[in-house]
């Protein structure tokens, strides 16, 4: 069983930054991709971010330049720093994890709870 818990969402002014964090934890060894998604309010759920075991990252053109994504393969945790936020970063974020590798099996993907963010102008 693998569990995501983000953390890190709130509300901050356009041009701000926020931090969103998501530690895996369960019973795997590990995990190929991590990576943020998004979903705005009547919007359907759309990518941001991942980032391989290896470091290799991909970003969508929006935050391009301004998110960034790491990880920490020691703790199993993905984070995305969000410099100069603009009110349509709106939404609810959500960390996903790719290829979760167990003694048993592989788990294709698994999703988080989301945490909210919200840009104010």
């Known amino acids: 069983q693998v569990q995501l818990v983000e953390s890190g969402g709130g509300l901050v002014q356009a041009g701000g930054s926020l931090r969103l964090s998501c530690a895996a934890s369960g019973s795997f060894f590990s995990i190929n991709r991590l990576g943020w998604y998004r979903q705005a309010p009547g919007k359907q759920r759309e990518f941001v971010a991942t980032?391989?075991?290896?470091?290799?990252?991909t970003y969508a053109d929006p935050v391009n330049g301004r998110f960034t994504i790491s990880r920490d393969n020691a703790v199993n945790t993905v984070y995305l720093q969000m410099n100069s936020l603009k009110p349509e970063d709106t939404a609810v974020y959500y960390c996903s994890a790719e290829g979760i590798f167990t003694t048993s099996t592989i788990i294709p993907s698994y999703w988080g709870q989301g945490t909210q963010v919200t840009v104010s102008s």
């Open positions: 980032i391989t075991s290896g470091g290799t990252t």
